[in-house]
């Protein structure tokens, strides 16, 4: 065999190889890869009898003014037929009950159902009247605008809004929200501020949250510090031992504390009798571990205070001179203590 007629062979063995080669490669594709989404099963007979009903007593509950019941039927209606009609007066008794942000969501999901063959002109009145009703409701939802202070720009302050983180854009969080009380909340670091908004129908309301922690609500409550007289007895190291110990822990546990009792009133704002919202847990949660945490600032540092006690009144000897002041500090003001 001549060389030309080898390197033929061999050229037509290294294409057959990469032919099988990538027919193997496309073959190995999983078919559902390619395929289509299966398309969602039309409601059976039962499943649409049951929305009627649903429907029908969603109305006549709603025609006489219970509103709450209605709106679970509705909701069950929807949920088993998923047509124009069903969302229209699901999203309307949403609206009748100041719920603005969740009907004109219901709403605007009309729009993007798709239009099926045989659609009834009903049905094609209930987009019309739904689009409608969702622009109406637009105009009514309030906004609230809180602007943080007290943090620089690129802080890594936080913000609620009855319990949903808010995104803070230039020291400003935007939210929209239904009319009605609401629970903010801003924090940074370990300082954290609540408050508490009514919101009014189609208006704008702006709340301002200083974070600075003057005199905030996570401010850190004066530790005593007393400063032990030196002039006249020869303080035992266990009295300053003591004393750090004790300014350490006592505002450790202030400081825990007034977190524990902000996450308690944030819950209690949430919750509704004893049932509350699955969004209050983090909140039970960090609040607990603050508490504990506050607990046991509190005990070591009134540990630490006695430590010192013993160590000044008991172990510090007397020096030769008989007459010492003592300087204090108290959460009520400053003064002098002295002996003769």
Not at 94 to 108: A, K, S
Not at 246 to 256: E, L, P
């Amino acid at each position: 065999m001549t060389t030309s007629s080898r390197s033929r062979t061999l050229a037509r063995r290294a294409g057959r190889t990469l032919a099988a080669t990538l027919f193997l490669a496309v073959t190995a594709v999983p078919v559902t890869s390619f395929a289509q989404p299966e398309p969602t099963a039309p409601p059976s007979a039962a499943d649409l009898e049951s929305a009627r009903e649903l429907f029908k007593e969603g109305r006549e509950l709603r025609q006489k003014g219970e509103l709450r019941p209605a709106l679970d039927r509705f909701k069950a209606a929807h949920a088993y037929g998923q047509t124009p009609v069903t969302a229209l007066e699901l999203g309307r008794t949403h609206v009748q009950l100041g719920e603005l942000v969740e009907g004109r969501e219901v709403l605007l999901s009309v729009a993007r159902m798709k239009v099926q063959p045989d659609e009834t002109d009903k049905s094609a009145q209930a987009r019309a009247e739904a689009a409608d009703l969702a622009e109406e409701t637009k105009k009514r939802i309030p906004t609230l605008a809180v602007k943080v202070t007290g943090v620089s720009a690129d802080s890594s302050a936080q913000l609620t809004v009855d319990g949903f983180a808010v995104p803070i854009v230039g020291l400003t969080g935007i939210r929209k929200a239904n009319p009605g009380k609401h629970v903010v909340v801003a924090r940074a670091g370990a300082h954290e501020e609540t408050r508490s908004v009514d919101l009014e129908e189609g208006k704008t309301q702006e709340l301002a949250i200083d974070l600075s922690g003057a005199g905030g609500a996570g401010a850190t409550a004066p530790a005593v510090v007393v400063a032990p007289d030196t002039s006249g007895k020869n303080i035992s190291p266990v009295t300053w031992i003591g004393l750090g110990v004790g300014v350490v822990g006592i505002g450790v546990g202030t400081a825990f504390g007034v977190i524990a009792l902000g996450k308690a009133s944030k819950v209690n704002d949430a919750c509704t009798g004893t049932h509350c919202p699955p969004t209050t847990k983090s909140d039970v949660d960090s609040g607990r571990s603050a508490a504990t945490i506050s607990t046991i600032g509190f005990a070591v540092g009134g540990a630490g205070l006695v430590a010192a006690a013993v160590g000044y009144f008991v172990l510090s000897k007397p020096s030769a001179s008989a007459f010492g002041v003592v300087p204090f500090v108290t959460a009520n003001g400053a003064g002098l203590d002295g002996h003769f």
